[in-house]
């Protein structure tokens, strides 16, 4: 699964991360180490709502579904976007 972090900004370009899932004690998806970052390492759903909310926040991924389940989200998420 692809999926990248972007984060616009009207004064300077947008800034783009490559999230990767990372794995719980169990081998499940526990939400996604964020490469290379300064805002965060790990991207849970919280933290992903607060920066769509706050910062207008989106991930690109081409599995919307898969992505949603690894953050606890509904897979119907504004903020998650298909790639095209």
Do not use: W
């Amino acid at each position: 699964m692809k999926a990248t972090l972007v984060i616009p900004a009207s004064h300077a370009p947008t800034r783009r991360y490559r999230l990767l899932p990372r794995s719980g004690p169990r081998g499940s998806a526990r939400g996604f180490r964020v490469s290379p970052s300064t805002i965060c390492r790990i991207l849970n759903g919280l933290r992903f709502q607060d920066l769509r909310d706050v910062l207008g926040a989106r991930i690109e991924t081409d599995d919307v579904e898969a992505a949603a389940a690894i953050l606890h989200l509904a897979s119907d998420d504004p903020g998650l976007v298909p790639l095209a």
